[in-house]
């Protein structure tokens, strides 16, 4: 159980980080939910990743504070 006495609230319980793996690359974005909203939407324009790639952002606990995560896979560095 965590301590709730630091004043840190705890992720919801659907939340948790992906598994690392050396051959991708996750990306975070945290922050109100327009502006998380936002640059996701912005990388899809660009052509970086597509929206579904994101999970849909969840609150993080802290005032409107929101967390989305997506990864993708990383060419192998050529050498």
Known sequence: MFDQSFGEPNLPTSFALPTYRPDRLTHILLGDYAAVVG?????????????????????????????????????????
């Open 39 to 79: 640059a996701i939407n912005q990388m899809d324009v660009l052509h970086y990743c597509d929206r579904v790639a994101w999970i849909a952002p969840v609150p993080t606990g802290r005032s409107g504070e929101y967390i989305s995560v997506m990864t993708r896979r990383i060419a192998p560095a050529e050498g």
